[in-house]
């Protein structure tokens, strides 16, 4: 068994019907699809399961529903982010941690403030969480980029246990595996990178693409991790073409086709996003067909 937070954790679409309502039967078949592929920890309300558009009483009882459904008592990791610093404190104080391992809290986003925000917002939220606090850098969500420096500093706080690194910087993922504590986690938040960030230290992937084919990608991490870097990275040319078109027209609207295409759940989606255009589907059609997928 691997560590907490080591290894492949799908960021858990939400299965929608056609009439924008959440699909609890899809979303079981999704647990158990992620489940039986091998994967080590979930994450829940993430972007990918368009936390944005989903309202409090769905997110409680689509977590509620997913701890029901845990058959392998997978770690859980909660979506919980904001850029309302005490929003996002009261948030805490209103949900039930019980069966919820740690809280995955985005970098504050639009209002865009200086690494002295930045630092201050995690403390309040790492003070006032029941659970420990893993970050998420993400510039192209946030519109800025945490730097070495702010993690590094952040890390230091002793309920802050890692980051999801999206910000595609392998300089910077160096540079904060080189300092960091020793027990501190680097989490890749980019499918593609998830390799050469594990490369770099990294411990895994909070992924995307894991929700379609978690068996063929959680294969190619864990092959990472055991240092085999000759599979993994064979493995990983077979994601390179399809990876661009998960986000073409938006996340999750791509690997939710996949999934339909898949024959797994709806890729019925939630305004402001669209269900996948023809186009998008064909060309992802010739790539699975192409890839091997």
Not at 17 to 29: H, M, S
Not at 119 to 132: G, R
Not at 223 to 233: E, H, N
Request: glycine share 10%; proline share 6%; aromatic share 6%.
């Amino acid at each position: 068994m691997r560590p907490k937070f080591h290894g492949v954790a799908p960021a858990l679409v939400t299965p929608m019907l056609a009439d924008g309502q959440v699909d609890y039967q899809g979303l079981k078949k999704l647990i158990q699809h992620v489940t039986d592929g091998g994967v080590d920890y979930m994450v829940v309300h993430g972007t990918t399961g368009e936390s944005a558009t989903t309202d409090k009483n769905e997110q409680k009882a689509i977590l509620d529903f997913i701890k029901e459904n845990n058959s392998k008592n997978l770690p859980i990791v909660y979506g919980l982010g904001g850029n309302n610093t005490p929003n996002v404190v009261q948030a805490l104080k209103d949900i039930d941690f019980q069966g919820v391992d740690a809280i995955l809290s985005v970098c504050p986003y639009y209002n865009k403030p200086g690494a002295r925000g930045v630092i201050a917002h995690y403390t309040a939220i790492a003070d006032a969480s029941p659970v420990p606090v893993i970050m998420y850098n993400i510039p192209g969500r946030s519109g800025i980029n945490m730097t070495s420096a702010t993690t590094l500093t952040l890390a230091e706080h002793p309920n802050i246990i890692g980051i999801k690194e999206a910000s595609c910087i392998i300089e910077q993922c160096m540079e904060i595996n080189k300092d960091k504590p020793e027990d501190f986690l680097l989490i890749s938040g980019d499918d593609v990178q998830g390799v050469p960030i594990i490369a770099c230290g990294g411990v895994g992937v909070m992924s995307v693409i894991a929700n379609a084919l978690p068996a063929r990608f959680t294969e190619m991490i864990h092959a990472a991790l055991d240092g085999d870097f000759l599979k993994a990275r064979t493995m990983l040319g077979s994601f390179l073409a399809i990876d661009p078109l998960l986000y073409e027209e938006g996340n999750p609207v791509g690997v939710k086709k996949i999934m339909e295409i898949k024959g797994l759940i709806n890729s019925d989606v939630r305004l402001p996003l669209m269900k996948a255009s023809n186009d998008l589907e064909q060309r992802m059609r010739v790539v699975i067909s192409k890839d091997g997928l």
